[in-house]
């Protein structure tokens, strides 16, 4: 399983790109959200908040030659272009999603192949993207907030 994270500027500028992989299977959503686990911090999430908070990941966008050569097989075969192309894509949905209902969080946005589109958009129109496999809504939610209190402290 893995989670592909982009922060664009207001113009759709890519800013940041981060791809978490987890060796953790993915799970049913239903039984991950009946269990009521203690907090999101048990998710798949967890190791991608973690890398972006300075820890080291594989597959990050400033990586060197070892980091590129482990990112060129992504999630289901697909090499880094064409996530980029799916994230870019989806941008358009995201504008459109944002007009009809004024909300940050756009959850499950749109599905293209086994990848589910999620943004959130800031007040100041960063958008937050993120490709992932399985559905987890306030696991996700939590995640972008927390990426958004991050990303808040660095740009102050």
Same mark, same amino acid.
């Given at each position: 399983?893995?989670?592909?994270?982009?922060?664009?500027?207001?113009?759709?500028?890519?800013?940041?790109?981060?791809?978490?992989?987890?060796?953790?299977?993915?799970?049913?959503?239903?039984? /991950?959200?009946? =269990?009521?686990?203690?907090?999101?911090? @048990?998710?798949?999430?967890? $190791? %991608?908040?973690?890398?972006? !908070?300075?820890?080291?990941?594989?597959?990050?966008?400033?990586?060197?030659?070892?980091?590129?050569?482990?990112?060129?097989?992504?999630?289901?075969?697909?090499?880094?272009?064409?996530?980029?192309?799916? /994230?870019?894509? =989806?941008?358009?949905?995201?504008?459109? @999603?944002?007009?009809?209902? $004024? %909300?940050?969080?756009?959850? !499950?946005?749109?599905?293209?192949?086994?990848?589910?589109?999620?943004?959130?958009?800031?007040?100041?129109?960063?958008?937050?993207?993120?490709?992932?496999?399985?559905?987890?809504?306030?696991?996700?939610?939590?995640?972008?907030?927390?990426?958004?209190?991050?990303?808040?402290?660095?740009?102050?």
């Amino acid at each position: 399983m893995s989670h592909h994270l982009f922060l664009l500027s207001p113009s759709d500028t890519p800013l940041y790109q981060l791809t978490h992989h987890s060796n953790r299977p993915a799970t049913a959503t239903a039984s /991950a959200l009946s =269990s009521n686990l203690p907090s999101w911090s @048990t998710s798949a999430f967890a $190791g %991608t908040v973690a890398a972006l !908070s300075g820890a080291t990941s594989i597959g990050s966008s400033s990586g060197g030659q070892n980091a590129a050569s482990k990112t060129t097989g992504v999630g289901g075969g697909q090499d880094r272009h064409v996530v980029q192309m799916i /994230a870019h894509a =989806s941008l358009d949905v995201i504008e459109e @999603t944002m007009k009809l209902n $004024g %909300t940050m969080y756009l959850k !499950s946005l749109e599905k293209f192949n086994e990848w589910t589109v999620s943004a959130f958009v800031t007040p100041g129109n960063m958008k937050f993207v993120l490709l992932h496999e399985s559905r987890n809504d306030d696991g996700i939610k939590s995640f972008f907030t927390d990426v958004w209190e991050s990303y808040i402290k660095v740009s102050t």
